[in-house]
């Protein structure tokens, strides 16, 4: 029995469309449509993932025969629940919104503890200056465990994110209008609260002018850690929200391909070299084309040169407006002469005016190739 066999019995078997196992697998419909026609074979990690979604061994499912096996009860609970899905909304069959949820809180969370961590620098600054000077290098310490566990969490969501995106470059918008009103109430609201949190320290801050230098930096402490609460709220939020947009996650994964050392490969490389390298599957796994051919390979390969000189651009102006930054944090923190406890408006500043250099190279330069 061949493979193609066992696919379509396993796939009717479960109730399942070609859309639905190309969603679980992160592949397109031509992909499965093609492998049901024997006009070409999944990889390995879509052969396993294969057997996991259907409980069969990989040796059943490419050399045997299933199609006279009778499903286990575990097999027709989950067609039961596949064919309610397939006559329903589409459904979220990858886990895009739990992993979306854990990404957003794992962001917002490392954020927090970064700022949290020089909040503390500055309380225990102003404390040591006044009471024990030779201790104000303790200061450093939860300094850099702040940066540590921040960094913790946002690489590691980073990672998963990059992971699932390989394993899921093309997800079905499955988000109903409630479910976008309710994101669209939870932003208004923790907007509002980061920005109210934020407002407060600045004018805590700002009461305090004309008393101790004690004070004001025990005060530039406490909005430190009012921005970070503040900031906590309007990431966490604006990744809530940003979650529901589909279209651009497919889109990022161009841009995950551009990034990376393949896509300098692709560029570099013309319809008939890529051909020598991945078959057609993988070519229209990889660039997210439906068909392999010259126009829609060299269509996807400019699209990806424009993205890599967008991204190399953008790259570039918020290092170097960082740099400047940092230099100039570092200064009216540690000079004398220029020390302020305002310090942290350097790292602020750079970081909208690397925002600003995002969008203007978003705005200005273009994806699409001429046609």
């Given at each position: ?28 419909r031509q992909s499965v449509t093609k492998w049901e026609a024997e006009k070409s074979y999944p990889e390995m990690d879509k052969l396993l993932k294969l057997c996991q979604i259907f409980d069969v061994t990989l040796d059943d ?307 699409q190739p001429s046609q």
């Amino acid at each position: 029995m061949s493979f193609r066999d066992n696919l379509q019995h396993l796939r009717a078997t479960h109730a399942m469309t070609q859309e639905q196992l190309a969603l679980m697998l992160g592949v397109s419909r031509q992909s499965v449509t093609k492998w049901e026609a024997e006009k070409s074979y999944p990889e390995m990690d879509k052969l396993l993932k294969l057997c996991q979604i259907f409980d069969v061994t990989l040796d059943d499912l490419v050399q045997g025969d299933l199609t006279t096996s009778a499903p286990t009860p575990a097999v027709q609970a989950r067609a039961a629940i596949l064919r309610e899905a397939a006559g329903g909304p589409p459904q979220d069959v990858c886990g895009y919104d739990e992993h979306m949820r854990t990404f957003a809180w794992k962001i917002a969370w490392g954020v927090f503890a970064i700022l949290a961590g020089v909040a503390l620098l500055m309380a225990w600054g102003g404390w040591a200056e006044a009471s024990a000077p030779s201790l104000e290098a303790v200061g450093l310490i939860p300094l850099f465990a702040g940066i540590a566990i921040g960094l913790a969490f946002i690489l590691t969501g980073a990672f998963q994110h990059t992971e699932f995106q390989r394993s899921h470059p093309f997800i079905q918008d499955f988000y109903t209008v409630e479910d976008r009103q309710r994101a669209q109430r939870l932003f208004a609201w923790l907007l509002v609260a980061g920005i109210v949190l934020i407002f407060t320290g600045i004018v805590a801050l700002a009461l305090t002018e004309g008393d101790s230098e004690f004070v004001q930096e025990e005060m530039a402490a406490l909005m430190m850690g009012l921005v970070a609460a503040g900031v906590w709220c309007i990431v966490y939020g604006s990744m809530m929200l940003g979650r529901l947009n589909i279209a651009n996650y497919n889109d990022a994964r161009e841009q995950t391909i551009a990034e990376s050392d393949e896509g300098k490969l692709i560029v570099n490389s013309d319809a008939a070299a890529l051909r020598a390298m991945y078959t057609d599957e993988q070519i229209c796994s990889l660039l997210g084309v439906p068909e392999a051919t010259d126009d829609e390979i060299d269509r996807a390969r400019a699209r990806i040169e424009r993205k890599r000189r967008k991204d190399q651009l953008a790259s570039g102006l918020c290092a170097i407006i960082m740099i400047i930054a940092t230099i100039a944090g570092l200064v009216m923190l540690f000079v004398p002469e220029y020390r302020t406890p305002y310090f942290w408006l350097a790292w602020a500043i750079g970081g909208l005016l690397c925002a600003v250099a995002a969008i203007a190279v978003g705005s200005f330069v273009k994806d699409q190739p001429s046609q």
